[in-house]
C-alpha cells in the first residue's frame, strides 16, 4: 500500500537534507537547516491531533515519510522516527496537558526516552520525579519530555512489584547533559542523557504505563478512531524500524551512485563484475522485501481495528517479529552493499560507512531484539500462553 507523502518539501529540498549529513553527524545533533526541513516536512504532524494542526495519518504514511527522510539522512530520519510518534501518545492524554505543548506553537517537539531510569513519587496533585535518563533522541530541538519511571514509595524507592508510568515534563524542569552522546552511528540524533532533579509533574500529564499498553488511556479519553485502537507496541516500533529499512535504502544509494563509474583495480568496471553486481542485487531485493513487510504488517493491523476488531496476542507477537526481522534483513544487506564498495567505501567522506554505521546503532535499539519476540511468535502460532517476560514488549 503506497500513500503519498503529506507535503512536497522532500522533494523540493531533498538534497539539501542529503547534504546536511555530514554536517549533522560532526554538530552531534541535527543542524538548524534539518530541523527547518522536517518541520516544513510536515513529518512531526502526520500523528499529531487535528486540533493542533495534525492529521491523524494512516501510519502507512507516516512509515513511508520516515522512510524516505532516512534515504537521505539516518540521523533525520530516526529523529523523525521517534520524535514523530510522540504525538499519538499525547493525543490520548489530557487536553491540558496538550495545550500547554501545543497551544502557543504547534510544531513544538517532545522528546523522550520510555525506558524506567527515574523514579516517581506520589504527593498531594501529582508525582516528585528524579532521575537520569539515556537516549533522548533530538532532546536539542524538543520543549518537553516523555519519561518512563516507576512509581517510588516515600523514601523514593521503586515499589515492589514495579509500576511504571510515563511522565510529560517541560522543558524548565529537566537538564541536558551536553556531551553524552559519544557514540559510533547515529550521531546526528544528539540522543543524549536528560536529569531531574526534585521535579513536581502534576497528575494530569502522567500516564500509567499498564494503562496505557491496555489501551484504557485511549479508550477513557474517548479515542475511536482506528489510529488510536492500535496497540502501543504495534505502532511506537513502527518509526524506529522504517528509519532502519530508510538508512538500508540510503546506503543502497549511496553505493549505486558510487559504483556507476568505479574501475576496480583489476580494471574492470564495477558495472561489468557480475559478482559485485548479483551481490547488490539481491541486498536490494531484501532491502524493498523488508519495505514491503513493515508496510504490509502495519496495514493489516490499522484494518483490523477499523474494522471494529481487536488485535490479538497472536497477531502482536507475529507482527512484531516482521517488523524485527526486517530490520535485520535489511542491516544484513547494508552489510554486504558495504563489502561490495572496496576500501574507498569505507573513507570517512563516502556516506555508505555512514549508513552502514547508522543502520547497526538502529538495529542495537530494544525494540529489535529478536529473542522474546521470535519465542512468544512460535508460542502463540502453537496455540500456547507466552509468559509475560517474553511478552514486555508485544
Known amino acids: 500500500m503506497t500513500i503519498t507523502a503529506s507535503s512536497d518539501v522532500l522533494t523540493e529540498r531533498g538534497e539539501e537534507l542529503r547534504s546536511y549529513g555530514q554536517v549533522n553527524e560532526d554538530l552531534g545533533k541535527l543542524s538548524d537547516g534539518t530541523v527547518d526541513i522536517l518541520r516544513q516536512s510536515g513529518v512531526m504532524k502526520l500523528l499529531a491531533p487535528v486540533e493542533y494542526g495534525g492529521t491523524r495519518a494512516h501510519p502507512v504514511e507516516f512509515a513511508e515519510t520516515v522512510m524516505k527522510i532516512a534515504g537521505l539522512d539516518g540521523a533525520a530520519g530516526w529523529v523523525s522516527g521517534v520524535v514523530g510518534v510522540h504525538p499519538w501518545e499525547l493525543d490520548i492524554m489530557s487536553p491540558k496537558l496538550q495545550e500547554e505543548i501545543w497551544g502557543q506553537d504547534e510544531d513544538t517537539w517532545v522528546s523522550s526516552p520510555y525506558a524506567p531510569m527515574g523514579v516517581a513519587t506520589p504527593v498531594d496533585g501529582?508525582?516528585?520525579?528524579?532521575?537520569?535518563?539515556?537516549f533522548s533522541t533530538g532532546t536539542d530541538h524538543a520543549s518537553w519530555v516523555i519519561l518512563g519511571a516507576f512509581v517510588g514509595d516515600a523514601e523514593g524507592?521503586?515499589?515492589?512489584?514495579?509500576?511504571s508510568v510515563h511522565i510529560v515534563v517541560p522543558r524548565a524542569d529537566y537538564t541536558i547533559v551536553e556531551d553524552s552522546w559519544d557514540v559510533v552511528g547515529l550521531k546526528g540524533t544528539g540522543s543524549k542523557d536528560v536529569i531531574i532533579k526534585d521535579a513536581f509533574v502534576p497528575e494530569y500529564r502522567v500516564v500509567v504505563q499498564s494503562e496505557l499498553f491496555e489501551g484504557k488511556v485511549a479508550r477513557e479519553a474517548g479515542k475511536t478512531e482506528p489510529i488510536h485502537r492500535i496497540p502501543f507496541y504495534c505502532l511506537f516500533p513502527l518509526g524506529l524500524t522504517s528509519a532502519?529499512?530508510?538508512?538500508?535504502?540510503?546506503?543502497?544509494?549511496?553505493h549505486l551512485e558510487y559504483q556507476r563509474n568505479r574501475q576496480q583495480g583489476n580494471g574492470t568496471k564495477s558495472t561489468q563484475d557480475p559478482y559485485s553486481m548479483y551481490a547488490v542485487s539481491e541486498?536490494?531485493?531484501?532491502?524493498?522485501?523488508?519495505?514491503?513487510?513493515?508496510?504490509d504488517n502495519i496495514s493489516r493491523i490499522y484494518d483490523t481495528v477499523a474494522a471494529g476488531r481487536e488485535?490479538?496476542?497472536?497477531?502482536r507477537a507475529v507482527g512484531r517479529r516482521t517488523q524485527i526481522q526486517a530490520a535485520w534483513r535489511a542491516t544484513a544487506a547494508v552489510d554486504t552493499i558495504l563489502s561490495r564498495s572496496g576500501g574507498n567505501g569505507l573513507r570517512m567522506n563516502n556516506p555508505v560507512q555512514r549508513f552502514w554505521r547508522d543502520a547497526h546503532m538502529g538495529l542495537a535499539h530494544a525494540i529489535h531484539v529478536p529473542g522474546?519476540?521470535?519465542?512468544?511468535?512460535?508460542?502463540?502460532?502453537?496455540?500456547m500462553e507466552p509468559p509475560a517476560n517474553l511478552t514486555s514488549m508485544v
Do not use: C, M
Request: aromatic share 6%.
Open 244 to 254: 532502519v529499512i530508510g538508512i538500508a535504502e540510503g546506503a543502497l544509494h549511496s
Open 311 to 315: 488485535v490479538s496476542l497472536e497477531q
Open 283 to 295: 541486498a536490494a531485493a531484501d532491502i524493498r522485501a523488508s519495505r514491503a513487510a513493515l508496510l
Open 126 to 134: 501529582g508525582y516528585k520525579v528524579n532521575g537520569h535518563w539515556q
Open 157 to 163: 524507592k521503586p515499589l515492589k512489584p514495579v509500576q
Open 372 to 383: 522474546p519476540t521470535y519465542h512468544a511468535a512460535v508460542l502463540t502460532e502453537l496455540g
